[in-house]
């Protein structure tokens, strides 16, 4: 299917893929500033089939990580919570969409998962495999783009932590090692290519590889926190419900953590340290999205900046699944619609592309319309912003207040 109106790759796609082809053909290389790390992982896919077998290779990777997601949430939740949460975020409209689109989100998103997974593997029991895989994984995301190096920085501090814990000082020097070796790497290959330390050192004198030239720039863009959820077009939480579960993790998390639950409950303490360092890594990906993107709506579907977090973002929304069975069940049963619904549109041509699926109402129908739209100055957006705002610290007060009456001992779950 098209990624825009009559164009079957839009955007940097047909970038990297010229890339990948100079690298297949041994041309000289058209590098542009999108560097050579994603080209040459789907160099191999391209020079065996061409762009058709890129999009399947890419699509494999990515139901890989959604699989690797599900062992990491049954360090959190049991079956079948733990396969529930990663599926239905792996079967959502964001998820199918930049499965076979040509940029790095989706390889990103696996190998976060893989290197979260490994560095739990390895609280867990002792094996150096774990570890070397783990920085493997991690040494290679510099290369997929910088927007990558912050949420790899959770799992990197505590994969070393955890093998120098166990007295294996000389692994986590060399675990370490692997990825600063890497990046060092990185940055001296792209100062010779590019005369900087990131391929968009190339762009023209006086661009900006944000968008932002200014720290006023920057704050303007804080709504995005907003919009990256709720947004009538852009918004995630529009196109995949499921994941406002993963929302609802963070707070069960925050609960736990100030009930103190795995003082009388050790097992609890082994799924509070894996949701903290899955939302720690979400919450990396977030903040790239907010500040660092030029623009959150392009040729492409929405979602994409946020991409490489879907499936730990699944993974966390298994323990919202398991504490709101009911809910959570329409929440997974609109995200099955509007895949389906917006399936069928695309497939008989009442949406033309995957990047004019916001002309779909899939999955709200009517009710779409009440969805906030930002970017307009629209009175309703701002309010809907606000409202939310003022819920979430009404929470958090009252959570703080609860607690500190009880006192942690009484504080209870529910």
Request: net charge positive; glycine share 10%; aromatic share 8%.
């Amino acid at each position: 299917m098209d990624s825009a109106a009559g164009a079957r790759y839009a955007g940097d796609e047909s970038a990297h893929l010229l890339v990948a082809d100079s690298i297949a053909s041994g041309r000289t290389l058209e590098l542009r500033p999108q560097g050579i790390g994603f080209a040459g992982a789907i160099t191999p896919a391209y020079a065996l089939g061409g762009a058709g077998l890129v999009a399947l290779t890419l699509a494999a990777v990515a139901a890989l990580g959604f699989a690797l997601a599900a062992l990491v949430a049954r360090r959190i939740v049991p079956e079948p919570w733990a396969t529930a949460g990663p599926a239905l975020a792996g079967l959502s409209p964001p998820a199918i969409a930049h499965a076979t689109a040509v940029y790095p989100e989706a390889l990103a998103g696996t190998l976060l998962t893989g290197a979260a997974l490994a560095a739990l593997r390895l609280r867990e029991h002792e094996h150096l495999r774990d570890a070397l895989l783990g920085a493997l994984a991690l040494a290679a995301l510099p290369w997929l783009g910088p927007k990558y190096v912050l949420p790899a920085a959770p799992v990197a501090v505590l994969l070393v932590r955890w093998m120098a814990r166990r007295g294996h000082q000389l692994p986590a020097v060399a675990t370490a090692e692997v990825m600063l070796g890497s990046l060092v790497f990185y940055v001296a290959l792209n100062d010779r290519l590019f005369g900087g330390f990131t391929p968009y050192a190339a762009l023209r004198p006086g661009g900006h590889a944000t968008g932002a030239s200014s720290p006023g720039d920057y704050l303007e863009r804080l709504p995005r926190l907003a919009s990256l959820w709720i947004d009538r077009d852009v918004g995630l939480l529009r196109w995949a419900p499921v994941l406002a579960l993963s929302l609802f993790s963070a707070w069960l998390l925050w609960r736990s953590r100030r009930a103190r639950v795995s003082r009388v409950a050790p097992d609890r303490l082994g799924a509070e340290i894996a949701a903290a360092l899955l939302l720690a890594v979400c919450a990396a990906v977030v903040a790239g999205a907010v500040l660092g993107a030029p623009s959150v709506r392009g040729p492409w579907f929405p979602g994409r900046h946020l991409a490489a977090a879907l499936p730990l973002a699944g993974a966390l929304a298994a323990w919202g699944l398991r504490h709101a069975r009911r809910t959570g069940a329409a929440l997974g049963a609109l995200t099955l619609l509007a895949s389906g619904w917006l399936g069928v549109q695309l497939a008989t041509g009442s949406v033309a592309s995957w990047a004019q699926a916001p002309d779909s109402t899939a999955p709200w129908g009517p009710a779409e319309r009440l969805l906030p739209l930002y970017g307009g100055g629209s009175p309703w957006a701002t309010a809907v912003a606000i409202a939310l705002g003022i819920a979430l610290l009404g929470l958090v007060a009252r959570e703080t207040w609860n607690w500190r009456r009880r006192g942690p001992a009484h504080a209870t779950l529910r």
